[in-house]
């Protein structure tokens, strides 16, 4: 794990997390301890594999 951390992670993140970055324009409209937003995917976007023969 700690190989992943510093050879994977550590460069990604600081990356992603740049003020130049993908999230840079990103904000952050929660406030503690509510629920993420969440909307529903269409139906039958995803197949049940509960409910397909074995």
């Known amino acids: 794990m ?3 951390w510093r050879d994977h992670a550590d460069h990604h ?5 740049s003020p130049e970055g993908p999230f840079a324009d ?3 409209e929660n406030k503690g301890g509510e629920p ?4 529903a995917p269409p139906v039958g ?3 049940d594999l509960r409910l397909l023969p074995s």
């Open 2 to 4: 700690s190989v992943w």
């Open 26 to 28: 990103s904000r952050d």
């Open 36 to 39: 993420l937003p969440y909307t």
């Open 13 to 17: 993140m600081r990356v992603l997390m």
């Open 45 to 47: 976007m995803f197949v």
